[in-house]
Nanobody, 114 residues
Framework: QVQLVESGGGLVRPGGSLRLSCTAS????????MAWYRQVPGKERELAAR???????TYAESVKGRFTISRDNAKETVYLQMANLRPEDTAVYYC????????WGQGTQVTVSS
């Protein structure tokens, strides 16, 4: 069974930066397209960014130009570098394979507020 552990969230002022990390265990990490999702209370989880097994990148329009997804297959870890954060980026951030087929981890809370 795949286990996902997200970390790196916190409280940051508008315009600030954070780097999220997610480590996956129990799978051959390198073969999977991976993604970061985010969810606010009362809303559906939405895709923020995706990285293919070969490295191709896709971003939601709302984060394009501000967020960067990357992966380190040797460490079985996917990252989300977030810059120029806005209050509307406040959410719980989760990683999963693209499509969300694995059990979700606990997520990491990102709060953008002055």
């Amino acid at each position: 069974q795949v286990q996902l552990v997200e970390s790196g969230g916190g409280l940051v002022r508008p315009g600030g930066s954070l780097r999220l990390s997610c480590t996956a265990s129990g799978t051959i990490f390198s073969i999977w397209p991976m993604a970061w999702y985010r969810q606010v209370p009362g809303k559906e989880r939405e895709l923020a960014a995706r990285i293919a097994s070969g490295g191709g990148l896709t971003y939601a329009e709302s984060v394009k130009g501000r967020f960067t997804i990357s992966r380190d297959n040797a460490k079985e870890t996917v990252y989300l570098q977030m810059a120029n954060l806005r209050p509307e980026d406040t959410a719980v951030y989760y990683c999963n394979n693209f499509g969300g087929a694995w059990n979700w981890g606990q997520g990491t809370q990102v709060t953008v507020s002055s």
